[in-house]
């Protein structure tokens, strides 16, 4: 089992940033990859950024590349989600999660993320 805690949410202005932290415990060893994903009132929950386990092949929504940066602290065992630029649009619940060998399968409890206009 891996265990996932999300941190850095908050109430913030358009145009400012947030730094989001995932931090993994248990059998990180399963870890393939690490994914931020988000999920506004009323809406599906959408990938934000991915990036593997390594810290290689980061890759990003279309709505959200040049504004975020998704990275990870190998000795910490965190993903990070740098995240400039905002907007109201980007008012959401996000969630880190897990990917082994297959599709994500591990979450966090969720960091409420609000941009006001």
Not at 8 to 14: C, D, F, H, M, T
Request: hydrophobic share 30%.
């Amino acid at each position: 089992q891996v265990q996932l805690v999300e941190s850095g949410g908050g109430l913030v202005q358009a145009g400012g940033s947030l730094r989001l932290s995932c931090v993994a415990s248990g059998r990180t060893n399963s870890i393939r990859a690490m994914g931020w994903f988000r999920q506004a009132p009323g809406k599906e929950r959408e990938f934000v950024a991915a990036i593997t386990w390594s810290g290689r092949s980061p890759s990003y929504a279309d709505s959200v590349k040049g504004r975020f940066t998704i990275s990870r602290d190998n000795v910490k065992n965190t993903v990070y989600l740098q995240m400039n630029s905002l907007k109201p649009e980007d008012t959401a619940v996000y969630y880190c999660g897990r990917r082994g060998f297959g599709d994500y399968d591990s979450w966090g409890q969720g960091t409420q993320v609000t941009v006001s206009s």
